[in-house]
């Protein structure tokens, strides 16, 4: 089955720094890949997701980068906030729009971003 | 907006008992998924139903049982409680087919305590 790396499990930076997540995984077939926030007391939320036929996609201060050669994924946040901060998941899965995958994601180990004000 | 609802934000059980997490979702999802999470080992699978009635298992089955038998909702049962079942629980859901993004919808969890 699949599997994912997350690095690192704890980040630290100050406010209006850059911050920069990577994930690993094992499965050539994988073809989607989001990135899910955390927030104390709350349920995992999508905040940017990622599919296989593109290498890099913006949204505002958040990007993701894809490359399927080295089979890893790098989340970046730039000019952090302290709202920022929160525990970051990478997923991976094998996601076909006909939905016989069901969408099970494979998460990683996580990391707890912490933005200092 | 999606809502999954968990029944029980907090739980305390003894080792031996059986414990029902419930979840319910009201966007007509047919997929359901129960996750547990643990510092360290990120958000596990347990199980998934991808209809009413049907279910697999994920990667870490065992010592527990789902059931599914309404479409909005989707119950983990841990049958003999272990103190090794201590974790938060997540429920989550998704469409299927034409309306799938990939996306997950979480509630906020479960955290489960076993004495």
């Known amino acids: 089955g699949e599997n994912v790396e997350q690095h690192p499990s704890t980040l630290s930076v100050q406010e209006g720094d850059s911050a920069v997540i990577k994930c690993t995984y094992s499965?050539?077939?994988?073809?989607?890949f989001p990135w899910y926030k955390q927030e104390l007391g709350k349920g995992p939320q999508l905040i940017i997701d990622i599919r296989s036929n593109v290498g890099e996609k913006k949204d505002q201060r958040i990007a993701v980068t894809l490359n399927k050669t080295a089979k890893h994924f790098s989340l970046h946040i730039t000019e952090t906030q302290p709202e920022d901060s929160a525990v970051y998941f990478c997923a991976a899965s094998i996601f076909d729009a006909g939905g016989t995958s069901y969408g099970k994601l494979t998460f990683g180990q996580g990391t707890i971003l912490t933005v200092h004000p | 907006d999606v809502k999954v609802t968990q029944s029980s934000r907090y739980l305390v059980k003894r080792t031996g008992e059986k414990v029902f997490l419930e979840c319910v979702q009201d966007?007509?999802?047919?997929?359901m998924f129960w996750y547990r999470q643990d510092p360290g080992l990120g958000l596990r699978l347990i199980y998934f139903?991808?209809?009413?009635?049907?279910?697999e298992k994920g990667d870490i089955p065992e010592g527990y049982s789902v059931s599914r038998e309404k479409k909005e909702r989707f119950s983990l049962i841990l049958e003999s409680a272990s103190t090794n079942q201590t974790s938060m629980y997540l429920c989550a859901s998704s469409p299927q087919r034409g309306r799938n993004t990939g996306e997950l919808f979480f509630g906020e969890g479960s955290r489960l305590t076993v004495l």
């Open positions: 966007m007509d999802h047919e997929n």
């Open positions: 139903s991808y209809d009413v009635k049907m279910k």
């Open positions: 499965d050539s077939a994988s073809n989607y």
